[in-house]
């Protein structure tokens, strides 16, 4: 039961305990780092900011740390909880939202907003109009969102059965 009470040192200390808290930070930070190592890998350039960035805030790319934050949370429920039980099925419909969000809408915004960007420059260098591009948002593909679901499933199994 939730109080207003102040929390104890046991009840901070055992929050930072709970498997299903440390599966869930772990998954994310696993796919922001591996997402930050891909991006080191792959770049020409490999300033401390280019590294950073994909390490801490960066959305998209490979693999996706929501589908893998989402996944790691249903998965420890479930193995908390009982796959059965009322708050397993609230992380699964929470996962799969963020998922389908994840690859479906935020993906094909992303896509219109480039469009759209590649358009107002175009017509803006035409007619002498200077043109402010939208904000383009990175969403990931299926192959981005498996990896990320596929990794929190792991790391969720880890802390269950190790």
């Not at 809408?105 to 896509?111: A, E, F, H, N």
């Not at 907003?113 to 109009?129: K, M």
Request: glycine share 8%; net charge positive.
């Amino acid at each position: 039961m939730f109080s207003i009470a102040p929390m104890r040192t046991n009840d901070l200390r055992a929050f930072f305990e709970n498997p299903v808290f440390l599966s869930t930070l772990t998954s994310w930070f696993f796919a922001q780092f591996l997402k930050a190592f891909i991006v080191l890998l792959r770049s020409s350039r490999k300033s401390p900011k280019e590294i950073a960035l994909p390490l801490m805030w960066k959305t998209g790319g490979m693999p996706s740390s929501h589908s893998s934050l989402v996944t790691a949370l249903a998965v420890s429920v479930a193995f908390k909880e009982g796959p059965g039980s009322t708050l397993f099925i609230v992380t699964l419909c929470l996962a799969l939202i963020v998922i389908r969000d994840s690859v479906g809408v935020r993906r094909s915004s992303g896509i219109q907003a480039r469009s759209l960007n590649l358009l107002g420059r175009d017509v803006g260098e035409r007619l002498g109009l200077e043109y402010h591009p939208v904000k383009e948002i990175q969403g990931h593909s299926p192959l981005e969102v498996l990896v990320g679901s596929l990794l929190g499933l792991f790391i969720a199994a880890a802390f269950a059965l190790l």
